[in-house]
C-alpha cells in the first residue's frame, strides 16, 4: 500500500527490484538502486540531524540525484521543495529564504552563483554538492558543505525513520501569484500518494510503460511524471531537452510509450518530421498547462495514429484537477473534461451555491488533493481555501480550494474553461506574476511608470508585452530594459515586445494602472505569434 510519498518507490523496490525505474543519458537505475541510494541519503541526512518536516531544497536540472533527493528527504521525514532549475539567483535565494531551508542540495556551478543571495537564507544549516570540488568563498560560510559521493559512503548506523502518517507535509511548490514573489503551495503525503494513483488509473500506466519527463519537476505536472510512473511500476526518462528534436531522439532510443507536455512545446514536437516507425511506440500524449488548439490537437493525432489524447487542466493548489477522456476528444471539442477520480470539481457562486448547466461561476476543488494552503501565509491561503456549505448530515465544514478560474458546464457535467479572474499571465506552460516582470522595470532606473501585460500568443498561450513610460533623458531604454531581463530572468519571463508610451500610463479611480483598457489597446500586439 502507498501511505506515504516515499513509499511510491520503496514498494516497488520490494515488488520489482530489478524493473527499470530512472533512465538519464546513459544511466540506467533499477529501481532496487534507486532505493538503495535513496536510503543512504536519507540516513545521511537524519546523520546530519534534519528535523521533522525540515525544508530541503533541490536545486538541479533534472537528474538521477535530484530524484534521489526528493524521495531521501520524504524517507527521513522533511519535506522537499524542488526549485526550478531555471530560476536565476534572485528568484532562487527568494524560495530558500522563504521556506526557511535547512538544507540545499545542488551542484557546484549553482551553488556558486547563490552564494551572495544565501547570506539572507539564515535556517541554512548545510548545502550538499553532487559534484566534485569545493565552493570559492571570500570568508567562512554559516553553514556545512558536503559531497553528495561523500553521503553515499557514510558509514553511519541506520538511524529509525521518523513516524508520519499521510497528512503530513511532504513538499512545497512555488508558483507565482498574481501579486508579488512565487508563492509555496504545501502538499501533504496524501495529496501527492492519491494524486499519483488518480493519474496512473486514468492513463492506464503499467510497468510496461516508459514515461518521458520533460516538464521541470517543480510543476505539479512535471512532478507527477514521476509519481505516476513509480504508482505503476513504469521507467521513467529524464530529459532536459535543449531542441526539440531532442525529444524525438529519447523517444526513438527509449520507445518512449507516454508524453505529457504543454502547448508551446506540443507545437514544437508537432513540427518535427516523424515518421510512422519513429511515432510507432507513443500510445498516449497529455496536454496540461493551457488550452491547446484544434489544429494542433489534429496534427498531433494524426502524427501519433497509435495514441490516445488526453487533454487536462491542473491546478498546484489541487495538485491534479480534471481530464477528457480521449473517447470524448470529437464529441466534446474545447472542454477540459471532468474531475479526475477521486476528486470534485464543482461551478458555484460567489455564495457558494452550484450554478446551473452553461452558468459561468468559479472552479472549486474539493477531496483529497487539495493542498494545504500557502507556506507561512495564512492571509492568503484563508483567500483561496475556504468552505463550501455542508451537506445535509454533514458535521465538520469541507474546505475547497477556490481556484480563481471562470468556466461553465453543459448538461452532460463536462466542463469548459472561461478565463483567469486574476491578472496573472500564463506563457509557455508557466503561470508569472506581472509584478516580477515590472519590478524588473523599476529598479532599472530607466522608467516612471511600467506595466506587464499577458496578451493572446499563437504558440506561447500569453505572450509578456511590457509597456512603459521612460524618465527623462533616458538613452534608448528599450535596448536597455531588453538585456535587463535577459539578465535577470529565466527565459520563459522575457518580453515578447517592449514598447515605449509617451506620458503616463493610464490609470483607473483607484489610481491603479488601467490594465483592462491597456489590454484591449493592445489585444492584436502578437497576432502573428
Not at 458535521?395 to 478560474?405: C, K, L, N, P, R
Not at 528599450?478 to 520563459?492: G, M
Amino acid at each position: 500500500m502507498y501511505f506515504l510519498f516515499h513509499h511510491l518507490l520503496a514498494q516497488q523496490a520490494r515488488l520489482r527490484p530489478d524493473g527499470e525505474a530512472l533512465v538519464h543519458k546513459q544511466q540506467t537505475l533499477s529501481y532496487a538502486q534507486l532505493w538503495q541510494q535513496t536510503e543512504q541519503i536519507a540516513q545521511a541526512l537524519l546523520a546530519q540531524d534534519l528535523q521533522r518536516n525540515e525544508r530541503v531544497a533541490v536545486y538541479l536540472p533534472k537528474q538521477p540525484e535530484t530524484v534521489v533527493s526528493l524521495f531521501a528527504a520524504s524517507a527521513a521525514g522533511g519535506c522537499f521543495v524542488p526549485v526550478n532549475p531555471v530560476l536565476k539567483a534572485p528568484q532562487v535565494g527568494h524560495i530558500l529564504a522563504d521556506c526557511n531551508a535547512r538544507v540545499l542540495i545542488t551542484n557546484r556551478a549553482r551553488a556558486q552563483q547563490l552564494l551572495p543571495q544565501l547570506q539572507h537564507c539564515h535556517d541554512l544549516r548545510l548545502m550538499v554538492l553532487v559534484d566534485e570540488g569545493e565552493l570559492e568563498q571570500p570568508q567562512a560560510l554559516p553553514f556545512s558543505v558536503l559531497n553528495w559521493p561523500a553521503l553515499l559512503d557514510t558509514d553511519t548506523k541506520p538511524a529509525a525513520y521518523p513516524s508520519a502518517t499521510d497528512s503530513d507535509l511532504a513538499a512545497i511548490l512555488y508558483t507565482s501569484g498574481s501579486t508579488g514573489k512565487p508563492k509555496g503551495v504545501v502538499l501533504s503525503h496524501r495529496n501527492l500518494v492519491v494524486g499519483a494513483q488518480s493519474v496512473a488509473s486514468y492513463i492506464g500506466n503499467h510497468e510496461q510503460d516508459r514515461i518521458l519527463a520533460v516538464l521541470p519537476l517543480s510543476f505539479d505536472a512535471g512532478l507527477s511524471q514521476i509519481t505516476t510512473a513509480f504508482a505503476s511500476g513504469a521507467c521513467c526518462i529524464l530529459l532536459d531537452y535543449l531542441l526539440p528534436n531532442d525529444v524525438m531522439k529519447q523517444v526513438v532510443k527509449h520507445r518512449v510509450t507516454g508524453i505529457t507536455a504543454v502547448p508551446p512545446l506540443w507545437h514544437q514536437i508537432a513540427n518535427l518530421k516523424w515518421t510512422e516507425e519513429t511515432a510507432a511506440s507513443i500510445r498516449y500524449f497529455a496536454n496540461t498547462g493551457g488550452h491547446m488548439p484544434q489544429s494542433l490537437l489534429d496534427k498531433l493525432r494524426a502524427t501519433f495514429s497509435n495514441a490516445e489524447p488526453f487533454l487536462m487542466y491542473g491546478l498546484t493548489e489541487a495538485f491534479r484537477s480534471t481530464y477528457l477522456p480521449p473517447e470524448d476528444v470529437d464529441r466534446k471539442p474545447g472542454s477540459i473534461g471532468k474531475a479526475i477520480p477521486n476528486a470534485e470539481v464543482m461551478i458555484l457562486r460567489q455564495d457558494g451555491s452550484e450554478c446551473e448547466a452553461n452558468e459561468i461561476g468559479e472552479l472549486v476543488h474539493r477531496g483529497p488533493l487539495v493542498s494545504q494552503g500557502y507556506w507561512n501565509d495564512p492571509a492568503r491561503t484563508a483567500e483561496r481555501f475556504k468552505p463550501i456549505p455542508r451537506p445535509a448530515g454533514a458535521v465538520f465544514e469541507d474546505i475547497a480550494v477556490w481556484s480563481g478560474d471562470s468556466a461553465k458546464r453543459d448538461d452532460e457535467g463536462y466542463l469548459y474553461f472561461v478565463g483567469r479572474q486574476d491578472e496573472m499571465i500564463k506563457t509557455s506552460g508557466y503561470r508569472v506574476s506581472p509584478s516580477e516582470i515590472e519590478e524588473v522595470a523599476y529598479s532599472s532606473g530607466l522608467v516612471e511608470d511600467a506595466v506587464a501585460l499577458g496578451l493572446p500568443h499563437q504558440t506561447l498561450g500569453q505572450g509578456i508585452l511590457v509597456l512603459f513610460s521612460p524618465q527623462p533623458d533616458s538613452d534608448n531604454p528599450c535596448a536597455e530594459l531588453a538585456k535587463r531581463y535577459r539578465s535577470e530572468l529565466p527565459n520563459f519571463m522575457h518580453p515578447q515586445a517592449i514598447i515605449e508610451i509617451d506620458g503616463p500610463l493610464p490609470r483607473n479611480p483607484n489610481g491603479k494602472f488601467d490594465r483592462k483598457q491597456l489590454a484591449e489597446r493592445y489585444a492584436d500586439q502578437f497576432d502573428h505569434g
